[in-house]
């Protein structure tokens, strides 16, 4: 009989195996005993052979390595015993005679559809469930392939290691005994895709086919190269002070990948550029080193490099490629030849830049693809080594990027990888390099899928296919977080988090903003509530009276209405003129959405003044606007030399602040989705630069926020909000980095009582955390109101200074002045989010409630405000909330 295709099979076959037992053979001398029990099961007790032989469980977990040896110790020894001691472990296992339902026990089985044939070839390897009275079957990718309920107790307690058995309508040999921690970390199931834990040799070799191929391996034999190489000396000194040297492959490393036996030698990283390198950074190019050279998951060479935004990966990355393109550990030979570079379009000439700022234009030689600089210029030259190009062009030109062969790939703000069926995942995907490392500053962790796909796409396989990942991990991780999970879900779930964390740990890598806060000047934060205008609260008023909000409110209006009534509202805080706009001067629209704007808008004409003209709007129209006003020539005032940021997520918005600028005669540069990307940088570097006369950038969040260094402004005002905390998040990182000289003052405009202040609640409230909201992708459109949640958004509070202050439930008397100490109490999770390690704080993490708590607050009439910017725009002001990170400045 065929010992068939079953996985264990397969893989561990040094050892003998037991034999299939046909159900139906009336040998008894095998079989000793037929147990029936219930309707649908009955049990065989193997032969007396199977259960002797010490090797019938290691030979059938083969591929579960570590965690099954222990078991098959504990099984051999005792397996009662184990059992018991597996169950005792789970929460509800009092394991009593009386409590058979909580009597939980695991097994590794192989299967079969039952049937009477003589020739049986077991199908696959699964995970036997006993509980209590009844049973379960989970195949290796966490799928249920088989229940039975209903059986005696007593009869189950007797299941042993060689019995056969017919459950559902398949018949199950038990292999093994599983410790209940096994299963609760999911370590049971890791035969079916090997993780890092449990690659084989072959698989290691397998993605490490022929890693020096690149960089022409000599064909020679050992013996024909005779001191060639025994003269191989460290590109560095490995022992000068403060050098940064690799650590030195292991044995393991060294029978895979060094057959020549070359010598080993030390790789150490370009003193030129240690010299400049952060405590961080220095483990990050190693962490970096280790992974792609296949030494920290077993043969995968993928990482991701999630530091927090402005933690230098660019740097790290640079400092990785300049030192595998010129040394390797076996006989100094270089490991890599040519790097691929990916980055969004605003970011390619500063990936250009960073290589010359830390490198010279000598040392290595750089291609970024443009309009003049095509893929086919690269690849006719042996003169560049490094090709960087943005996620849109490389789409175009994936054709010619695939006859190039890259050993590594660096894709940054990675994570819009994060969806697997999107061409550029696609594309990056078929591109044949292994070292494929992803950077990103937003949290990889929030989705559970969207961790999946650029896990996989770092290190393909690395977590088994996607369906049993959502079974094995995502499935009773997302269960366990339900408020109505039982204890024992809850336990599973984490169990499970916490083994995936761990598995993903070996090539994860997050750092947060802590680690660079040491080399950073003080932060001051603001959050300021301004008052509406008088028309503001008019035309507010009216829009809340509408038959479009009222509708909504009934839930009356299908699609997407309240959103239309959302952004009028959203528009209005901005400035009136905004919505005017929406109602005038446009004949209809084909965009339905717009046609309801205007219907929704065309009530409010009434109150605007006759020949309202939207390009001589008034200042004073928005209560924010006039702050801003204010407060952009208190700048100017105090701070002759400090620069501006300026953000939106409106481009209309943004007009109006440009017209501001003119109106003032301040001097601007503006970057939005509509600016040229090769253009980008040149504005950039000349906002930043000490010579630019500009005193405001106007920068759009949404098209250019991420990655952009503007160091040279040292005030940033977020003029709206966003829905997404990450959004707003990644704008306000764009001052705060190394190399900011003065300290940075980030200020948040939000209108009084308006839904700017419940956007503001939600990002900072446990419903925004653990919302859909989280994600730089995630807009509007993806979130969920309920009629309730409506109704709250839909109403204007006018008599208070400020609402999300009267929801903190604050004892203050306003006076009370909070130290920022208590901003490390930690924040609330979100429901999906991995292991204890990313429930450290974060300064880059949207707020909780508690934490604004902590902060100094203020009612705009306190009278000693010590801050002279705030003083000077207190007139418009109903609350302040202030945070300083770092030392307190002399402001
Ligand atoms: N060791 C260092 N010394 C001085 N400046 C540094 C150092 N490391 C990085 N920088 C500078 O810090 C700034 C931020 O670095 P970088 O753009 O690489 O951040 P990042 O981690 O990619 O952030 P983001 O996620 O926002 O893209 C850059 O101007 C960079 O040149
Ligand atoms: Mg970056």
């Not at 550990?329 to 700022?357: A, C, D, H, M």
């Not at 990182?733 to 948040?748: E, F, L």
């Not at 202040?757 to 994600?775: C, F, H, P």
């Not at 109490?825 to 300064?843: A, E, W």
Request: with cysteine.
């Amino acid at each position: 009989m065929r010992r068939s295709a079953a996985p264990s099979q397969v893989q561990g076959n040094s050892f003998k195996k037991p034999k299939f037992i046909p159900p139906g053979r009336s040998n008894t001398s095998l079989n000793k005993e037929i147990i029936k029990m219930g309707p649908d099961i009955k049990l065989f007790q193997g032969t007396e052979q199977l259960q002797n032989d010490p090797g019938v469980c290691s030979s059938n977990l083969g591929p579960m390595e570590g965690s099954t040896r222990e078991m098959d110790r504990g099984s051999r020894a005792d397996p009662l015993h184990t059992v018991h001691s597996a169950s005792e472990e789970t929460i509800e296992s009092k394991a009593q005679e009386e409590e058979p339902s909580s009597l939980l026990k695991y097994f590794s089985v192989v299967w079969c559809k039952a049937s009477k044939k003589k020739h049986k070839k077991w199908e696959g390897d699964a995970i036997l469930i006993v509980k209590g009275r009844s049973f379960t079957l989970k195949d290796l990718e966490g799928k249920d392939i088989g229940r039975g309920i209903g059986y005696k107790f007593k009869e189950l307690e007797n299941i042993e290691e060689g019995q056969t058995l017919v459950i559902g309508g398949k018949e199950i040999e038990i292999l093994g005994t599983v410790s209940s921690d096994d299963f609760n970390s999911g370590k049971c199931f890791q035969g079916a895709h090997g993780s890092p834990a449990v690659l084989s040799s072959q698989a290691a070799r397998k993605c490490f086919s022929n890693p020096f191929k690149s960089v022409g391996q000599s064909s020679q034999s050992k013996a024909n190269r005779p001191n060639a190489w025994q003269s191989c000396k460290p590109r560095h000194d490995p022992h000068a002070p403060n050098s940064l040297v690799m650590p030195p492959p292991d044995k393991n490393h060294q029978l895979l990948f060094n057959r020549n036996c070359f010598p080993l030698v030390d790789v150490v990283v370009d003193p030129h550029l240690v010299h400049h390198l952060r405590s961080h950074q220095r483990e990050g190019i190693i962490f970096l080193y280790e992974c792609v050279m296949g030494m920290r998951a077993n043969g995968r060479c993928g990482a991701i490099l999630a530091d927090e935004m402005g933690l230098g990966k660019t740097l790290q990355c640079i400092s990785l490629i300049w030192t595998l393109q010129c040394q390797g550990p076996y006989g100094g030979k270089p490991v890599i030849k040519k790097t691929l570079i990916v980055t969004p379009g605003s970011l390619v000439n500063n990936w250009r830049k960073e290589f010359q700022k830390w490198l010279g234009s000598e040392r290595i030689k750089i291609f970024s693809v443009d309009q003049d600089h095509k893929v086919e210029e690269f690849i006719k030259s042996t003169f560049y080594s490094v090709l960087i190009i943005s996620y849109e062009m490389l789409l175009r030109s994936l054709d010619q990027i695939k006859t190039i062969k890259f050993d590594l790939l660096i894709c940054d703000e990675g994570h819009r990888l994060k969806n697997s069926s999107i061409k550029t995942t696609a594309a990056l995907l078929s591109l044949p390099c292994e070292k494929r490392v992803i950077l990103t500053g937003t949290p990889v962790q929030n989705d559970l899928q969207e961790f999946f796909a650029l896990v996989d796409f770092v290190n393909p396989g690395v977590l088994g296919s996607l369906s049993s990942y959502r079974k094995i991990y995502e499935e009773p991780i997302i269960m366990s977080r339900e408020p109505s999970s039982s204890k024992e879900e809850q336990e599973l779930g984490e169990r499970r988090a916490a083994e995936l964390a761990c598995l993903t740990g070996l090539f994860i890598l997050r750092r947060t903003q802590e680690v660079i806060n040491k080399y950073l000047p003080p932060k001051i934060e603001n959050v300021i509530f301004c008052r509406p205008g008088a028309l503001q609260i008019e035309l507010y008023q009216k829009l809340l009276s509408s038959q479009s909000v009222r509708f909504c409110l009934q839930g009356l209006l299908e699609n997407s209405a309240h959103l239309i009534c959302i952004g009028a509202l959203k528009k209005l805080c901005n400035h009136p003129c905004l919505l005017f706009s929406s109602v005038k001067g446009k004949e209809l629209s084909a965009r339905c959405d717009e046609n309801e704007e205007r219907s929704l808008c065309k009530g409010l004409l009434a109150a605007l003044p006759a020949a309202y003209d939207p390009l001589q709007f008034s200042e004073n129209q928005s209560g924010k606007l006039q702050v801003l006003v204010q407060l952009l020539a208190a700048i100017r005032e105090l701070r002759p030399t400090e620069k501006v940021v300026l953000v939106s997520n409106y481009r209309q918005t943004l007009n109006i602040l440009e017209e501001v600028c003119k109106r003032h005669g301040y001097a601007y540069s503006r970057l939005d989705g509509q600016t040229p990307v090769s253009q980008r940088q040149q504005i950039v570097d000349s906002f930043n630069s000490k010579y630019s006369t500009d005193f405001i950038f106007l920068l759009s969040s949404k098209a250019g926020g991420v990655g952009l260094n503007l160091i040279g402004g040292s005030h940033l005002i977020l003029y709206d909000i966003d829905w997404n905390p990450a959004t707003d998040i990644q704008a306000m990182s764009r001052v705060w980095r190394d190399g900011q000289k003065h300290p940075v003052h980030i200020y948040r405009l939000l209108t009084t009582g308006t839904i700017e202040e419940k956007i503001y609640q939600r990002q900072i409230s446990k419903q925004g955390l653990s919302g859909a909201v989280v994600d730089l992708a995630t807009s509007s459109e993806h979130i969920q109101f309920s009629v309730e949640e409506l109704k709250d958004l839909f109403t204007l509070h006018e008599n208070s200074p400020c609402v999300t202050h009267d929801l903190l439930e604050c004892e203050c008397t306003e006076e009370k002045g909070h130290t920022d100490d208590a901003l490390d109490t930690p924040v609330t999770s979100r429901p999906c989010q991995l292991g204890p390690q990313h429930r450290k704080s974060s300064s880059l993490r949207p707020l909780s409630m508690s934490q604004l708590k902590q902060w100094k607050h203020f009612s705009g009439d306190h009278l000693n405000l010590t801050d002279p910017f705030l003083q000077r725009i207190r007139e418009n002001v109903s609350f302040f909330f202030q945070n300083i990170t770092n030392q307190a400045p002399a402001i």
